[in-house]
């Protein structure tokens, strides 16, 4: 039985496992190594602890099988999805080239811009919404798509923006961080590189930063896996053997967030004290019909604002079972108010809600009290 045939959930949990071998672990435990034993010529696999390292191996092959089942795909890890982008942007513009971004993205992403024009990297942005960015692609080298966008949950169509950007001859990479591999496979909708802060939803307890990059092209994936080893951002083995260990329940932890995102999205529709409601999986979402032809699945996470920084503070204040954090795709819901960061163009009232793995009643009825107590 061949992993492009296997279930979401048996694939997770097979994915990756080197073969059994007789009082061996299933999962072998982490290497820790700085250098290996090589005599002569170094050509083996494993040499020096910046480049190679067993138990990176092993997950990069999991994350591969998710990414893109059955078929050929390489997966650098990193030391933090922020990592991961950066090595996407940095390996492959050059000065003069044009890079395209979104304006709505992850809260870092103008500091990368900020790096990539102090290096003469013409930057152009427009909304992810709408697929704005393919008013910009002419002459471009790298369109860079994030979808759903992190905090506002627009989709934009992945398929559209790679037809042309590569009838144009740019390169397309998709953050799929608030997806997962599970809820969208951007190297099958036809992008070069599918990026993620595994951070998040993929090993989904909070305990570990980590992020990587696939591709099908080995050319790329090499000019990734390069710039890993001349800047060092590599992740420890154990927080590489943590995250494929978290693996084995991603199917299990993602459907159950997803159907509680969609049922907490369903139950904030009735109410008249929020507004600005988004979450892709309702069918009265505007991405609704974008998301549903090209995602699995929805996401952990829904957003909608309240009337004002106060109230915001004062649901955040009554929650009992989220914790006020940021980040999100972990098994504890969390929440927070956006706008405290300065980054994200939102209201002050603005709530990032990420749903956790807890049971769909206690949740709802722990949202529903607090925003009752958030009304004066």
């Given at each position: 039985?061949?992993?492009?045939?296997?279930?979401?959930?048996?694939?997770?949990?097979?994915?990756?496992?080197?073969?059994?071998?007789?009082?061996?672990?299933?999962?072998?435990?982490?290497?820790?190594?700085?250098?290996?034993?090589?005599?002569?010529?170094?050509?083996?696999?494993?040499?020096?602890?910046?480049?190679?390292?067993p138990?990176w191996?092993?997950l990069?092959?999991?994350?591969?099988e998710?990414?893109?089942?059955?078929?050929?795909?390489?997966?650098?890890?990193?030391?933090?999805?922020?990592?991961?982008?950066?090595?996407?942007?940095?390996?492959?513009?050059?000065?003069?080239?044009?890079?395209?971004?979104?304006?709505?993205?992850?809260?870092?992403?103008?500091?990368?811009?900020?790096?990539?024009?102090?290096?003469?990297?013409?930057?152009?942005?427009?909304?992810?919404g709408?697929?704005a960015?393919?008013e910009l692609?002419?002459?471009?080298k790298?369109l860079?798509?994030?979808?759903?966008?992190?905090p506002?949950?627009?989709?934009?169509?992945?398929?559209?923006?790679?037809?042309?950007?590569?009838?144009?001859?740019?390169?397309?990479?998709?953050?799929?961080?608030?997806?997962?591999?599970?809820?969208?496979?951007?190297?099958?909708?036809?992008?070069?590189?599918?990026?993620?802060?595994?951070?998040?939803?993929?090993?989904?307890?909070?305990?570990?930063?980590?992020?990587?990059?696939?591709?099908?092209?080995?050319?790329?994936?090499?000019?990734?896996?390069?710039?890993?080893?001349?800047?060092?951002?590599?992740?420890?083995?154990m927080?590489?053997?943590?995250?494929?260990?978290?693996?084995?329940?991603?199917?299990?932890?993602?459907?159950?967030?997803?159907?509680?995102?969609?049922?907490?999205a369903?139950?904030?529709?009735?109410r008249?004290?929020?507004?600005?409601?988004?979450?892709?999986?309702?069918?009265?979402?505007?991405?609704?019909p974008?998301?549903?032809?090209?995602?699995?699945?929805?996401?952990?996470?829904?957003?909608?604002?309240?009337?004002?920084e106060?109230?915001a503070?004062?649901?955040?204040?009554?929650?009992?079972?989220?914790?006020?954090?940021?980040?999100?795709?972990?098994?504890?819901?969390?929440?927070?108010?956006?706008?405290?960061?300065?980054?994200?163009?939102?209201?002050?009232?603005?709530?990032?809600?990420?749903?956790?793995?807890?049971?769909?009643?206690?949740?709802?009825?722990?949202?529903?009290?607090?925003?009752?107590?958030?009304?004066?």
């Amino acid at each position: 039985m061949g992993m492009s045939t296997m279930g979401d959930g048996t694939r997770a949990v097979r994915a990756g496992l080197p073969e059994p071998e007789q009082y061996e672990p299933t999962l072998p435990g982490p290497v820790f190594a700085a250098h290996f034993h090589l005599s002569g010529e170094p050509v083996g696999p494993y040499t020096y602890g910046r480049e190679t390292n067993p138990t990176w191996t092993h997950l990069e092959r999991a994350i591969g099988e998710l990414e893109a089942p059955g078929q050929e795909v390489e997966t650098t890890v990193f030391a933090s999805g922020m990592a991961a982008v950066s090595a996407v942007l940095l390996s492959q513009a050059r000065t003069g080239d044009v890079v395209v971004l979104p304006n709505d993205g992850y809260q870092a992403l103008p500091l990368v811009r900020e790096q990539l024009e102090a290096y003469g990297v013409e930057v152009r942005t427009a909304p992810t919404g709408g697929d704005a960015q393919l008013e910009l692609l002419e002459g471009a080298k790298l369109l860079w798509i994030e979808t759903p966008s992190n905090p506002g949950l627009d989709v934009c169509d992945v398929r559209r923006l790679v037809e042309a950007a590569h009838a144009a001859g740019v390169l397309v990479a998709v953050d799929n961080t608030l997806a997962t591999s599970l809820g969208q496979r951007p190297l099958e909708l036809g992008a070069d590189f599918s990026v993620a802060s595994d951070t998040k939803g993929m090993t989904g307890h909070g305990d570990i930063l980590l992020g990587h990059v696939s591709c099908r092209d080995p050319l790329l994936s090499a000019g990734v896996r390069r710039w890993r080893k001349v800047v060092g951002a590599i992740p420890g083995p154990m927080e590489a053997w943590l995250a494929h260990r978290s693996l084995a329940t991603l199917q299990l932890r993602i459907d159950r967030q997803c159907t509680t995102a969609l049922a907490l999205a369903e139950a904030l529709t009735a109410r008249a004290d929020v507004s600005g409601l988004r979450y892709p999986g309702l069918p009265t979402d505007p991405s609704y019909p974008i998301a549903v032809r090209q995602m699995r699945r929805f996401g952990s996470v829904v957003s909608f604002e309240l009337a004002d920084e106060q109230t915001a503070e004062r649901f955040l204040g009554a929650l009992r079972l989220v914790d006020d954090a940021t980040s999100f795709g972990g098994v504890r819901s969390t929440a927070e108010r956006r706008a405290r960061w300065g980054g994200d163009a939102v209201p002050a009232g603005f709530i990032r809600f990420s749903v956790g793995a807890e049971d769909p009643e206690d949740l709802l009825a722990d949202v529903a009290r607090a925003l009752d107590a958030s009304v004066r």
